[in-house]
């Protein structure tokens, strides 16, 4: 059957909160600049009176994916789970409003809807501190199968896998894509998060995933190894397509015996990275269901992410597909 | 006794939800542009299910006042009501992560923390939908005596007259004020607020006000003329001084006999209308509280003005004190 949507995210359902901070902030609070560190309800609420002023906005790695997908013109669902509170229902508004099918029944007990701390420092980099709250209750039960076997890929957040029952609930959903002969997709998300699962995912991407993203300290990180032509070497001979970011050196694309290499997107000027590989990989898999190359993949996956680092916040801000046509 | 703090705003406790939409949308949802609605739950539901994705940014037009004050170098205080829920404590922490002193205890019980829906549309015109939830529930009880007295000015928020027992805490604070020799202001907030307290609010500003804020719709609304030249005739004999801004021209400051008219800071391109009003009068206040003379402080205003249109949302996103030094 053909499938009736481009792809399922799956992944921690997050609000963002995101404050402009000095470089010295970083240092001062002991943040990992450049990471996502996960923190418990004691430190998210600590760190938030530590913070300047902020914003909310929707996030969520991969359903900052799916919602650039559908604003490039695709068709996109989402599995993730929030609380039934007041940053709950933005992140379900906000996902809705985007167009992207979410239909996952929010908790009524437990933690509540996961929250991100942001620090944008002067150099347009982020700083990401994690409170997963009610995010990594996501259940197997929560994976639809109609939804997943409908979708032509099933996209899956590597920070899901932090939590052993979102582990399983993400597990579910690569075997119900697979039985129904449709293509599974990784993010590696972080480097230290692949530091976390290193030996699970070695095995997980021989084994279950078609298609790798990847940044470049992510893949190395990978393979314990500085050298990134090593990495893409390995990672070749274990996954079919492996989309591979060098932020403003563009991205490799390496599948079989092929290999594209593809410049950046032009962007006036860097303001905020949050949502960069999110974005990045929304293009590509735009271009994957609708046919185009890897080197056009990759091509539009800089596009959408040359949108999103121009502006706060990891959601883009006008319609991507006027970007492309 | 000298003032310990210039200014302490008193006014609606609100957090915004800002979206961009096309300028189909107001008419088709029967939203009335420009102006400030008042909607109650149910609506605030429905609006909000209509509305495209949006980010969350604190507001409240006194709130964004004193936060401007403060970003320009000057100390000031809140007192509004927010309830014990996730958008009250995004409020609390926005307010003093900026430097504002607000001691007010959130509710326990009651209706949620106010929000308002704000659509922005492409000529950057904001029109608000204000459901108030539990901002109306300021009480006398709130406002501290002794933060009052130590205010230079005691800056009420008109929007704040729309509720009984609001009203009545604004009262106590004017008295409070004058009690202490400290100065009152007033902004008439919005023309069709104007509307409904236009009798009660003509006895106020004659006998309780000393400086008052308003644009020329707003003035012209309260002598129900559309003549804006005399309006500010009228204004002048009830009020000691009378700041009226007029948007892109600028704005007219009439005190006894003199009258300055002050042309509007340049602004490159104008994102956002959201907050123009209230930074302006944080811009004045800094300016009274510095002792400059009226031109002066319609300058400071124009310039706090000019940064926050610039972007979305009403808060400032830069030290406002770097513009002005």
């Given at each position: 059957m053909e499938p009736q949507i481009d792809v399922v995210g799956i992944g921690n359902a997050i609000v963002d909160v995101i404050s402009t901070v000095t470089a010295g902030f970083i240092d001062d609070h002991g943040l990992v600049k450049g990471a996502m560190t996960l923190i418990d309800a004691d430190r998210a609420t600590s760190l938030y009176e530590l913070m300047p002023p902020g914003i909310e906005s929707s996030g969520g790695s991969a359903a900052n994916t799916v919602v650039g997908l559908v604003s490039l013109g695709g068709r996109a669902a989402y599995v993730g789970k929030v609380r039934d509170d007041q940053l709950g229902a933005v992140f379900v508004h906000d996902l809705r409003a985007a167009g992207v099918a979410f239909d996952v029944v929010p908790g009524?007990?437990?933690?509540p809807t996961a929250r991100c701390l942001i620090q944008v420092t002067p150099d347009a980099e982020r700083t990401m501190n994690t409170f997963l709250g009610k995010s990594v209750d996501l259940a197997p039960d929560d994976v639809d199968e109609e939804v997943v076997a409908s979708a032509a890929v099933t996209y899956c957040e590597g920070y899901l896998w932090d939590a052993e029952v979102a582990k399983a609930a993400m597990r579910r959903a690569m075997d119900i894509a697979h039985a129904g002969g449709r293509k599974v997709s990784l993010t590696l998300s972080d480097s230290f998060c692949v530091d976390r699962h290193r030996d699970e995912w070695l095995d997980l991407l021989t084994d279950r995933v078609d298609l790798v993203f990847a940044n470049e300290a992510e893949i190395c990180s990978l393979f314990r190894t500085d050298d990134f032509a090593a990495a893409s070497r390995w990672i070749r001979d274990m996954v079919e397509v492996s989309a591979l970011t060098r932020s403003a050196s563009g991205s490799v694309v390496v599948a079989g015996d092929d290999t594209w290499m593809v410049p950046a997107a032009e962007v006036?000027?860097?303001?905020?990275?949050?949502?960069a590989g999110d974005l990045y990989a929304a293009g590509f898999l735009y271009g994957i269901s609708h046919g185009a190359d890897p080197e056009q993949c990759a091509r539009l996956g800089g596009l959408a992410a040359a949108e999103v680092i121009?502006?706060?916040?990891?959601?883009?801000?006008?319609?991507?597909s006027s970007l492309i046509h």
């Amino acid at each position: 059957m053909e499938p009736q949507i481009d792809v399922v995210g799956i992944g921690n359902a997050i609000v963002d909160v995101i404050s402009t901070v000095t470089a010295g902030f970083i240092d001062d609070h002991g943040l990992v600049k450049g990471a996502m560190t996960l923190i418990d309800a004691d430190r998210a609420t600590s760190l938030y009176e530590l913070m300047p002023p902020g914003i909310e906005s929707s996030g969520g790695s991969a359903a900052n994916t799916v919602v650039g997908l559908v604003s490039l013109g695709g068709r996109a669902a989402y599995v993730g789970k929030v609380r039934d509170d007041q940053l709950g229902a933005v992140f379900v508004h906000d996902l809705r409003a985007a167009g992207v099918a979410f239909d996952v029944v929010p908790g009524t007990d437990g933690p509540p809807t996961a929250r991100c701390l942001i620090q944008v420092t002067p150099d347009a980099e982020r700083t990401m501190n994690t409170f997963l709250g009610k995010s990594v209750d996501l259940a197997p039960d929560d994976v639809d199968e109609e939804v997943v076997a409908s979708a032509a890929v099933t996209y899956c957040e590597g920070y899901l896998w932090d939590a052993e029952v979102a582990k399983a609930a993400m597990r579910r959903a690569m075997d119900i894509a697979h039985a129904g002969g449709r293509k599974v997709s990784l993010t590696l998300s972080d480097s230290f998060c692949v530091d976390r699962h290193r030996d699970e995912w070695l095995d997980l991407l021989t084994d279950r995933v078609d298609l790798v993203f990847a940044n470049e300290a992510e893949i190395c990180s990978l393979f314990r190894t500085d050298d990134f032509a090593a990495a893409s070497r390995w990672i070749r001979d274990m996954v079919e397509v492996s989309a591979l970011t060098r932020s403003a050196s563009g991205s490799v694309v390496v599948a079989g015996d092929d290999t594209w290499m593809v410049p950046a997107a032009e962007v006036d000027r860097v303001v905020d990275a949050t949502g960069a590989g999110d974005l990045y990989a929304a293009g590509f898999l735009y271009g994957i269901s609708h046919g185009a190359d890897p080197e056009q993949c990759a091509r539009l996956g800089g596009l959408a992410a040359a949108e999103v680092i121009s502006h706060i916040g990891a959601r883009p801000r006008q319609s991507l597909s006027s970007l492309i046509h």
